[in-house]
């Protein structure tokens, strides 16, 4: 099993009740700015690439698609977002496989594609955008929120001893492509996991542009949401920190042919 499979299967639930809290960047800086720019849903084919338990998949939901289908690679992940389909009658799907060859198992291509927070742990994104532009239609719209480059630039890099790092590795190396290894912030202060090491890859604004513009498939929108103005007041802390260094950056884009 790979690294980034176990990784997620064994931070699921911790996940879960992290980022489905009220206060979380999903619902407060990512979903505004995704809500922004949403083509309408309604009776359209949607696909949510790296869905986990489905925070996103069900905010989708509520734009009335006629048919959802989220892909994921851990099993763990996946069955938090099955029971939470089934608690409240979803009709979305979910299926486990790899984002980065979702053309494999997409048998009519979609209106519309959606993944947030993911592209970050698959090495090739060329190979990820040429399935996602495989898997939509032509003129299909696409929105991908990833994790700013600015960001994962600073995540510390992998220590060849599974060592973990301190927080003065906490800086970016932005054209540093080594595999990064850290504890992630939101695992922190959770007791049951102690030291607890999560990789990704980093990959450059250029990557991205690149991979994306080799796909065939063109840009619309590029955003990079602030947190909502009022934890300037209620969490100086968080809105500082966010501020410094942008966690997002959210991209829209199409495929003309
Ligand atoms: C940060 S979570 C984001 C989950 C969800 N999109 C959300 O915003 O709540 C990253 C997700 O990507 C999944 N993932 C990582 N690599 C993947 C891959 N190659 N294919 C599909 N999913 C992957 C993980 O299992 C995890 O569920």
């Not at 009740?17 to 084919?45: H, M, Q, R, V």
């Not at 996946?78 to 053309?103: M, R």
């Not at 700013?148 to 054209?175: C, T």
């Not at 590029?222 to 300037?232: A, D, G, I, N, Y």
Request: glycine share 6%; hydrophobic share 35%; net charge negative.
């Amino acid at each position: 099993m790979n690294d980034i499979k176990i990784d997620w299967n064994s931070m699921a639930k911790a996940y879960e009740e992290f980022n489905n809290a009220e206060d979380s960047y999903s619902f407060n800086i990512e979903w505004p700015c995704i809500k922004e720019l949403l083509p309408d849903l309604k009776g359209k084919t949607v696909l949510d690439l790296g869905c986990g338990t489905g925070i996103f998949t069900f905010l989708l939901e509520n734009c009335n698609p006629d048919k959802l289908l989220g892909i994921d690679l851990s099993e763990e992940m996946l069955q938090i977002a099955k029971e939470k389909a089934e608690k409240s009658n979803s009709d979305a799907e979910f299926i486990l496989h790899d984002a980065a060859t979702c053309g494999e198992v997409v048998e009519e291509p979609v209106d519309f594609i959606f993944s947030s927070t993911t592209s970050h742990y698959i090495k090739d994104l060329g190979q990820l955008f040429e399935n996602v532009s495989k898997s939509l239609k032509a003129g299909g719209e696409c929105i991908f929120s990833i994790i700013h480059p600015v960001y994962s630039a600073m995540y510390p890099i992998e220590h060849a001893d599974g060592s973990y790092p301190e927080d003065e590795e906490w800086n970016v190396r932005y054209l540093d492509k080594s595999m990064r290894a850290y504890i992630q912030p939101w695992l922190e202060y959770n007791d049951e996991y102690e030291n607890h090491l999560s990789k990704s890859y980093h990959h450059t604004f250029a990557d991205y542009m690149n991979a994306i513009i080799g796909a065939g498939l063109s840009i619309e929108k590029v955003c990079e949401p602030m947190p909502p103005e009022e934890w300037k007041e209620s969490q100086p802390y968080r809105y500082e920190g966010f501020v410094e260094s942008p966690v997002y950056m959210i991209i829209k884009m199409r495929k003309n042919k």
